[in-house]
């Protein structure tokens, strides 16, 4: 009878070490010191970004030899649809490098990061930023930087016909003053062919969306949920779009144009004026002027201005800026709690004093008081776009998708790409009217949003 009996016990001496051990039977880690793989997914965020993480991995793993942190990097093109796939079939990466969203919330997948947080690393956010990485009060990211898009210009064309671009950095302008300047950027390029005012491309939304929230809208929903582009703003909005077009002030191929185009445009002085820009620009095209000078580029240099997008006349100038970072997930075979305590662990490291450089390479505000204090000094913009950029904070609009529930967020999603896009397009194609659209917005408002 002792025979069986031990070895009853034997066996199970081994379920309960199975048990305690270091993984669970769907991988996930359940001490502190097993092994574990944090996948991380991001993009190039500036020039030597990938050179950055390498380094930002290696010094993670002198103190967490036990974590192997996988990451991938996606291209801008393709990345976000890759991300979606995978999140739509429960296999998201524990780390994705994006902006909090509330239709990530819906899934139940994203990482709910508060009980992770510790009050040291609060106190070392800038006031008013940590709050960039939540929904609704609830924190699921930590950004690296207070993402700002704007408008850039060249230097040498807005000099030419006397475009004081100084002041308009300063003061801001008029969608009447933008018009008026307009007339003036319309000419010819150097290579002969046409000088527009303005490009922009007719894939993305930021367009419409910089020039609706200097129009006191700063996104199709309000604060409170509430659908805003159903009055007279909006009309007025689009027809302002509509009668750059008309003007030969945009290019009437606008729906045609895609992002790669608009910045070869750019280069090629074939618009004096970007619609989508960020402060880095002025270091991409610094970096650019070099390799031309050193012969590695066969092209003409331009200087770039960093330009606030144009408020209607009876408006505020707004300057919607976000924080775009790291957001966690977990994946619906859940790995357990400590990896996701690991996730957290991996996840500010990459956000932490030295990750900072991507704000300081982006020439964009730092997050935390220890970026500042780590790259005080070694700024790489010049300071004419740092003076500029710190001018349009002053009229930052935090984004709305911020503060709404999970629900009106994935609706919100939706109705751009179901409903705004395809009316843009129409817009810059001249199929439809502006007044077509603004109906358009209205009914499919009522049906989405209820």
Not at 175 to 197: H, I, M, N, R, V
Not at 323 to 330: I, N
Not at 408 to 433: C, D, F, I, R
Request: proline share 4%; hydrophobic share 35%.
């Amino acid at each position: 009878m002792k025979k069986p009996l031990t070895l009853m016990l034997a066996m199970m001496m081994l379920i309960v070490t199975a048990c305690g051990g270091g993984t669970s039977g769907d991988g996930g880690a359940h001490s502190a010191d097993a092994k574990d793989t944090v996948v991380v997914w991001t993009y190039p965020v500036h020039g030597t970004y990938e050179d950055d993480l390498k380094e930002l991995i290696a010094d993670f793993n002198q103190d967490h030899p036990n974590i192997t942190v996988k990451y991938e990097m996606l291209s801008w093109a393709e990345g976000p649809k890759k991300f979606d796939v995978a999140l739509n079939t429960g296999n998201p990466p524990d780390l994705y490098f994006h902006a909090v969203d509330g239709a990530y919330v819906k899934t139940g997948l994203a990482l709910e990061l508060d009980s992770y947080i510790t009050q040291e690393m609060k106190d070392d956010f800038v006031p008013g930023t940590l709050e960039l990485g939540q929904i609704q009060g609830k924190q699921y990211g930590l950004p690296l930087y207070q993402s700002q898009w704007t408008w850039g210009g060249n230097k040498r064309i807005l000099e030419e016909v006397g475009i004081d671009y100084k002041k308009i950095q300063e003061e801001g302008w008029t969608w009447s003053e933008f018009t008026e300047a307009a007339a003036k950027l319309t000419g010819t390029a150097p290579d002969g062919s046409k000088q527009y005012a303005l490009v922009t491309d007719g894939t993305s939304l930021d367009f419409i969306e910089m020039i609706a929230n200097n129009n006191g809208m700063p996104d199709v929903l309000n604060d409170k949920g509430e659908f805003q582009w159903g009055d007279d703003r909006i009309l007025d909005t689009l027809k302002f779009i509509k009668n750059l077009i008309d003007q030969g002030y945009m290019p009437k191929e606008t729906a045609a144009i895609a992002p790669a185009k608009r910045t070869e445009m750019f280069y090629a002085e074939q618009t004096a004026i970007l619609s989508k820009a960020l402060p880095y620009y002025d270091v991409m095209i610094q970096n650019r002027n070099k390799d031309i000078d050193a012969g590695t580029i066969q092209a003409e240099k331009v200087e770039f201005v960093l330009l606030p997008a144009p408020y209607h006349d009876n408006a505020k100038p707004r300057t919607t800026m976000g924080g775009e970072g790291y957001v966690a997930f977990k994946q619906k075979k859940d790995k357990g709690e400590q990896h996701a305590k690991n996730t957290f662990l991996v996840m500010e490291a990459l956000s932490g004093a030295k990750g900072g450089n991507s704000a300081n390479q982006l020439v964009l505000p730092f997050v935390r008081k220890s970026q500042q204090e780590y790259f005080k000094d070694k700024g790489v913009g010049s300071q004419e776009t740092i003076d500029a950029a710190k001018k349009l904070a002053e009229n930052l609009d935090v984004p709305v998708t911020l503060t709404l529930d999970v629900d009106k967020a994935a609706q919100l999603k939706q109705y751009k790409e179901q409903v705004v896009k395809p009316n843009m397009q129409a817009l810059y194609s001249g199929e439809k009217t502006p007044e077509q659209i603004a109906e358009d917005f209205k009914v499919k408002a009522e049906q989405m949003f209820k």
